[in-house]
Nanobody
Framework: QAQLVESGGGLVQTGGSLRLSCASS????????MGWYRQAPGKQRELVAT???????NYADSVKGRFTISKDNSENTMYLQMNSLKPEDSAVYYC??????????????WGQGTLVTVAS
């Protein structure tokens, strides 16, 4: 029942920056973990970065040092700050969230995706 909506994608030149947002209709104050994934044409969807409810983060090797994942519980929003962008970063970026409340059981939701294009 929860919904995630990504925004912030667009066209940027190599070396530029973009900040993606993922707004959740469900409170993320008790979320188990959230993450960003991406899928380029002809390629498998890959994990980009994750953040737990407690704030622990993990990154794919390909983006480590360039991307930063964060969240703002008061805004129910997760972010992905992308710096030093490369053409190979071009993809549709999807946000994901998982809640594990003991009463209702596991809830996992995906956003609709936002397109990032890095021009060479």
């Amino acid at each position: 029942q929860a919904q995630l909506v990504e925004s912030g994608g667009g066209l940027v030149q190599t070396g530029g920056s973009l900040r993606l947002s993922c707004a959740s209709s469900r409170s993320i104050r008790r979320v188990d973990r959230m993450g960003w994934y991406r899928q380029a044409p002809g390629k498998q969807r890959e994990l980009v970065a994750t953040i737990t409810g407690g704030g622990s983060t993990n990154y794919a090797d390909s983006v480590k040092g360039r991307f930063t994942i964060s969240k703002d519980n008061s805004e129910n929003t997760m972010y992905l700050q992308m710096n030093s962008l490369k053409p190979e970063d071009s993809a549709v970026y999807y946000c994901n969230a998982v809640w594990v409340p003991i009463i209702e059981g596991r809830v996992e939701v995906w956003g609709q995706g936002t397109l990032v294009t890095v021009a060479s």
